[in-house]
């Protein structure tokens, strides 16, 4: 039985035939429709979600599967105090596999200790986004053509947003990256990651300004400033509209830049840039779909 914890839980090769999946399930989605047959999905969100936990949901109801769970920690039993630990030793009696997403870093490892289903780690804290690493590979690759030479610049909140941290190690073992880390003193990339870049001569550099390495980017990873992962308000509202992508920005870029977001947006995109073919972010949304639906089968061990 296999969990997924962090995108790295997968080798390259793994990746590849999880990519080809995908792509496979994109171009015919009917041969997959009865896959999953019998087979039941819990989601059990103690944080919110839109994508993560819904694309799921459409994931195992493209794949004939049946879903449950909760969206909301108040409405479980976490309410009263129960331990994660326990949480999943039950829902490995109702369900074949889990999606579990919470505040805690490392809350769904320690499921996974416990449980006798496969657990997927759909978010912990500021730690780790693995589901949303794999989607934004698979677009980068379906876009692109291509996972290895390229810059790509990630920018915003790169201190808590867990779908940097994710992205930047998975990407770490492809060849010829170049990171540019776009963001405000305060929200730098943790510096293990930037140990980690230096001790696998991985080029990185870190600026403030987004306009000056616009026309060197490939990629643009744009993210938000995260309020609910500030200790005080007063930050929040200082930093919240450091980075604004607009349509003047986007005359810096290259014809061929993509632009990603693992959304949700705030006010980091403005919705005038929404229209600009560069602007890939509600295609990304799709390509979720699809990852999840190749993990599921992975995971699940259904061969179609
Ligand atoms: N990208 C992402 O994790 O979105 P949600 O928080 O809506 O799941």
């Known amino acids: 039985m296999r969990h ?7 080798s390259i090769e793994e990746l590849d035939k999880l990519f080809d999946l995908a792509a496979d399930i994109e171009a015919n989605p009917a041969k997959y429709a009865h896959a999953c047959a019998g087979k039941k999905l819990a989601t059990c969100f103690y944080e919110p979600s839109t994508r993560t936990r819904l694309s799921f949901e459409s ?3 493209n794949l004939g599967g049946n879903v449950l769970g909760f969206s909301d920690a ?3 039993s976490a309410a009263k105090g129960e331990s994660v630990s326990d949480t999943i030793r039950m829902i490995s009696c109702y369900a074949d596999i889990c999606a ?4 805690k870093e490392g809350a769904p490892m320690v499921a996974a200790t416990k449980s006798s289903i496969p657990v997927i780690n759909a978010g912990d804290g500021g730690h780790q986004h693995p589901t949303q690493t794999l989607t934004d590979l698979l677009t980068i690759r379906s876009i692109k053509g291509r996972l290895n030479n390229f810059t790509i610049g990630l920018c915003g909140d790169l201190k808590f947003g867990r779908t940097a941290h994710s992205l930047i190690h998975a990407l770490s073992r492809y060849a010829n990256i170049r990171f ?14 930037t140990e980690m870049l230096r001790e696998e ?4 550099e870190e600026v403030t300004k987004l306009e000056s390495v616009m026309p060197e980017l490939d990629i643009l990873y744009m993210t ?19 980075y604004i992508l607009n349509k003047e920005k986007m005359e810096l870029a290259k014809d061929d830049m993509i632009i990603l977001h693992p959304l949700p947006r705030v006010n980091e995109i403005s919705v005038e840039v929404d229209d600009d073919p560069r602007a890939r972010y509600f295609q990304q949304v799709q390509y979720g779909v699809y990852v999840r639906m190749a993990l599921l089968l992975t995971l699940l061990e259904i061969e179609v």
């Open 59 to 61: 994931a195992m109801y």
């Open 100 to 103: 579990m997403r919470h505040h």
């Open 4 to 10: 997924l914890m962090s995108p790295l839980d997968f």
């Open 74 to 76: 108040g409405s479980s």
């Open 201 to 204: 001569n991985i080029p990185f």
């Open 180 to 193: 540019i880390f776009i963001s405000p003193e305060e929200l730098k990339v943790p510096e293990y990651i």
């Open 224 to 242: 938000r400033v995260q309020r609910e992962r500030f200790f005080n308000e007063e930050d929040y509202v200082r930093l919240k509209d450091f």
